[in-house]
């Protein structure tokens, strides 16, 4: 007897199937490049003068999110391995989207929108 289920549902549970790193995956998650990130973030958290406790947690998380989604177009843009350039981006992504969302405001206020 054959059963009918919705793409997702069979998509979910492939990917259950393959355990915590299929999870991961799933959600975009590369667990090198998050690696890679964390620890450059660490590492600008640590080279920060009179840096208090909760900009050290935001290093880290920013760090590692950043070099995780942006790692792989860094590593190809600036032609080094996955590694560096991960580290390189975990090591600057609180400056990467703090420009990033300067950016952003300067588009929204030049189209005529109020950032709130």
């Not at 973030?41 to 640590?46: C, I, N």
């Not at 900009?55 to 998380?61: L, N």
């Amino acid at each position: 007897m054959e059963t009918s289920l919705p793409e997702e549902t069979l998509t979910c549970q492939i990917t259950v199937d393959h355990g915590l790193h299929g999870v991961l995956l799933y959600l975009g998650i590369k667990l090198p490049d998050l690696i890679a990130g964390f620890a450059g973030g660490a590492v600008a958290a640590l080279i920060m003068r009179q840096i208090k406790p909760y900009e050290v947690v935001a290093s880290v998380i920013v760090g590692s999110l950043t070099a995780n989604y942006l790692g792989g177009p860094a590593a190809q843009f600036i032609g080094l391995g996955s590694g560096a350039a991960t580290f390189i981006v975990g090591l600057t992504g609180m400056a990467v989207c703090q420009g990033i969302m300067e950016a952003g405001r300067k588009w929204r206020a030049k189209v005529g929108g109020e950032p709130k």
